[in-house]
């Protein structure tokens, strides 16, 4: 199983919806959870950082944390042709000294 | 203004050519790690470093030395780079306590 598991898409929503990616974990100690965004051939640029069960919202952006489920997703609302982009789950595992990455999904927003 | 900063941008050698590429953070940051991401793979870690002189291996460590001798560098070197190591590298530092990791602007290295 791996540590972080994300679906590789493409996920393909119209302009204006709302688009959900969604990111399992297994190490049930992990305590921090992120949201990278990285365009072809770029950085990863963070959107989100979570800590707690629940919803924590940024804009158009709402990261939600379900730690019984060991479950973390993020809305993007009023999605954007600008927001295609690849979306990185990351969890900070082993203690909090290693930061494990998903393998992103892969988002299309279409006109 | 904050930042992380790889070089080169871009580098294409040949098998067994020495070759370190640098990586320099602004932030004071007690961490910093070293990334390789490959199509299908995702980012994987390579080592990472909590402070100077204090390095430990990631995921995929083999092929690869690294160095912490001030808390600003972390350079990244491949001894005898071979093809496999033809990827796409990100240098990333952070204050740790959970916070998250900034990234250099990553390096393209092509092994011929």
């Known amino acids: 199983q791996k540590e972080v598991e994300q679906n590789s898409g493409p996920l393909s929503v119209p302009e204006g919806a709302i688009a959900s990616l969604n990111c399992t974990y297994s190490d049930r100690v992990s305590q921090s959870f992120f949201w990278y965004r990285q365009y072809s051939g770029k950085s990863p640029e963070l959107i989100m950082s979570i800590y707690s069960n629940g919803d924590k919202e940024d804009g158009r952006f709402t990261a939600q944390l379900n730690k019984a489920s060991q479950y973390v997703s993020l809305l993007i609302r009023d999605s954007q042709p600008s927001d295609s982009a690849t979306y990185l789950c990351a969890v900070l595992t082993g203690g909090g000294n290693k930061l494990t990455f998903g393998t992103g999904t892969q988002l299309k927003v279409e006109l | 203004e904050a930042q992380v900063t790889q070089n080169p941008r871009y580098l294409i050698t040949v098998t067994g050519k020495k070759l370190t590429v640098t990586c320099s953070q602004n932030?004071?940051?007690?961490?910093m790690s070293w990334y390789r991401q490959d199509p299908g793979l995702g980012l994987r870690q390579i080592y990472y470093?909590?402070?100077?002189?204090?390095?430990d291996k990631g995921d995929v460590p083999e092929g690869y030395k690294v160095s912490r001798k001030e808390k600003r560098n972390f350079p990244l070197i491949l001894e005898s780079p071979s093809p496999n190591q033809t990827s796409l590298y990100f240098c990333?530092?952070?204050?740790?306590?959970?916070?998250?990791?900034?990234f250099g602007d990553g390096t393209r290295l092509s092994i011929l």
């Open positions: 932030m004071n940051h007690e961490y």
């Open positions: 470093s909590m402070n100077v002189e204090v390095t």
């Open positions: 990333a530092s952070t204050s740790g306590g959970g916070q998250p990791q900034h």
